[in-house]
């Protein structure tokens, strides 16, 4: 229940009088009680639309669940990607030393070349 502060009173009474200050003041009281009422009754419909609203944004432990599989999927997948990349990158080194070693034995003048490439990597 709303009570009008004795501060305000005393303004209104030394604006309007005391008997006037009386009626204005039981009239802002009731407005005040009745906005408080119907705050009161909306306090329930706000929850409700509040908790609505943010059960639509939170995950849910299905969803979180769901986000698991797929990141386990996901680094399945990486896995078996690095497992052909580390194939192909060993195929890679093997063609690289037998085309050196083919380079070397047609070619002698190419072994200084290849030995100073080798040293510069290093």
Avoid: C, H, S
Avoid at 14 to 29: N, S, Y
Avoid at 87 to 112: H, M, P, Q, S
């Amino acid at each position: 229940m709303a009570v009008l502060p004795y501060e305000v009173y005393k303004v209104i009474e030394e604006e309007v009088g005391k008997e006037k200050a009386e009626k204005i003041g039981r009239a802002i009281e009731e407005a005040l009680n009745t906005i408080e009422k119907r705050v009161l009754e909306q306090k329930p419909i706000l929850k409700a639309e509040i908790k609505e609203e943010l059960t639509k944004e939170l995950a849910t432990k299905a969803d979180i669940a769901e986000t698991k599989a797929e990141i386990e999927k996901v680094r399945a997948e990486v896995k078996v990607l690095e497992v052909k990349f580390t194939a192909e990158l060993r195929l890679i080194k093997l063609w690289l030393i037998i085309l050196t070693v083919l380079v070397v034995v047609f070619n002698r003048d190419a072994l200084g070349l290849i030995l100073e490439i080798i040293r510069l990597l290093k």
